[in-house]
């Protein structure tokens, strides 16, 4: 990538004209996609991108510059003119590189460049094949094969070295199932990070039943009734709620411009005792949101936000830390080169409660039961959020009753918290998801057990 001569003379240059801090980030990443609509392949393609990062400090504000050319002159050049928007006087000295050695969480099995690409999209055609077989109102099927190897590195003024692998695949398959001019879709994936190991003995014909079934059951299931009421939220990826309406609003960039309702609230009660709530890069087994390193740097760490109901800290880049007073934790996260980091989420999640499924069904008289939750948007700075649900079913008598569609939920995210009120013992850490904020788009899972919110607005069709 780079010789340690040229890196510090890249980041002499970067400190010319003043600064606090200056740091490159290098990367290169290897590509590879495939897709299929209706079981026919419509893309297959490869591609490397390379390219660096160079940020400078000026106080607690940052310059930023990057380039994919990368040749000596090339980044001494992009280096002073970004130095040009430094307004300090006085730089920093300049510590000696020194290598930082970290264990790595997800390695490698088997290589994504060791599988033939017709291995891959048999895979995809049997779960379309599948899915196809299960019903005649299964109208379209997109399906696609993803997967990315990435080689960082990181040094800068603080005299960090830092080199890291990343490894992420995926596959998914999106069913639509239709009657006339009503259409409905199931979204199913798999993948981790990890090597093509991640589907050793994945079953791609119940995996494309399933999603086809889920499709045709929403498609003929009636419309939601709209109002206040109990939901209950699957375990696992249901956790997205958290992620969005909650999450973000803990990052530090939105807590160091007060754009979030949690600003000002560490050490007070936010929700009910039984509500612990932790980000944690540090788990091991190919989690997708798990971290060797952050994009500082910084080892991952297990941050407790929420303990107990009570507001414990926030997730911290070295940028907002410098705004706020607070030491990095290990969350500086960003997409590429292309992006500076900042706070951003790993792994995040609720902490398992004592309560059964059954338990919890049985003690909701009538409510909503939110088995996947799609789309939506949230207001970081009133914490407010409207997102979709994809499969739900109603509680009737503590039972539950008849599938229902097009729910939303819509809400608070502080609210959310504080209603929280029964958690069950079934928790799980799931989903291969993608995090879009200011940094990019990064790997994140969420996780968390079956959990009861007293009560929600929930947006629907019908009345009751």
């Not at 948007?377 to 109603?394: C, I």
Request: net charge negative; aromatic share 8%; hydrophobic share 35%.
């Amino acid at each position: 990538m780079l010789d340690k001569n040229l890196a510090n003379d890249v980041l002499t240059a970067a400190m010319s004209t003043g600064g606090a801090f200056a740091e490159i980030f290098v990367e290169e990443t290897a590509r590879n996609v495939i897709s299929l609509i209706n079981n026919t392949v419509e893309k297959s393609r490869s591609g490397i991108d390379y390219g660096v990062g160079i940020r400078i400090f000026d106080g607690t504000n940052a310059v930023y510059a990057y380039t994919n050319d990368t040749d000596r002159d090339s980044l001494l050049a992009v280096a002073k003119e970004a130095a040009k928007a430094v307004k300090t006087s006085t730089p920093s000295t300049i510590k000696g590189l020194s290598i930082l050695n970290f264990t790595k969480i997800s390695p490698m099995g088997i290589p994504y460049n060791t599988v033939p690409r017709k291995q891959i999209v048999d895979m995809l055609k049997q779960a379309g094949l599948a899915a196809y077989a299960t019903s005649k109102e299964i109208t379209q099927l997109t399906s696609m094969y993803r997967d990315t190897l990435t080689n960082v590195l990181i040094c800068n003024t603080e005299g960090i070295w830092a080199e890291d692998t990343r490894n992420y695949t995926r596959m998914w398959i999106d069913a639509v199932a239709s009657s006339g001019d009503d259409k409905q879709t199931m979204f199913k994936s798999k993948g981790g990070q990890m090597g093509f190991e991640a589907y050793e003995g994945h079953d791609f014909i119940a995996w494309g039943r399933e999603a086809a079934e889920g499709a045709v059951k929403m498609l003929h299931a009636k419309y939601a009734p709209g109002g206040k009421y109990p939901v209950i939220v699957s375990k696992g990826e249901g956790a997205v709620l958290l992620h969005e309406a909650c999450g973000h609003s803990l990052e530090a960039e939105a807590v160091a411009k007060k754009a979030t309702e949690f600003a000002d609230k560490i050490g007070q009660k936010v929700a009910r005792d039984i509500v612990t709530v932790v980000d944690d890069g540090t788990i091991p087994g190919g989690k997708w949101g798990s971290i060797n390193i952050d994009d500082e740097g910084h080892l991952p760490q297990k941050n407790v936000l929420v303990e107990n109901g009570i507001l414990k800290g926030f997730l911290v880049d070295k940028l907002n830390g410098l705004r706020l007073n607070l030491s990095p934790t290990g969350s500086a996260r960003r997409e590429s080169y292309r992006y500076a980091p900042t706070s951003r989420m790993t792994n995040t999640y609720i902490e398992g409660g004592t309560s059964s499924f059954d338990e919890i069904i049985s003690a909701t008289e009538f409510g909503l039961f939110a088995k996947a939750i799609g789309g939506g948007s949230v207001d970081e700075a009133t914490g407010e959020f409207n997102f979709s649900v994809d499969e739900a079913y109603m509680i009737r008598n503590g039972k539950l009753a008849e599938p229902v569609r097009g729910a939303s939920l819509i809400g608070k995210g502080s609210e959310v918290m504080a209603n929280i009120d029964m958690l069950g013992n079934d928790f799980e850490l799931a989903g291969e998801g993608s995090c879009g904020a200011a940094s990019g788009w990064v790997p994140t899972s969420e996780g968390q057990p079956t959990t009861r919110v007293s009560e929600m607005t929930v947006g629907g069709r019908s009345e009751e």
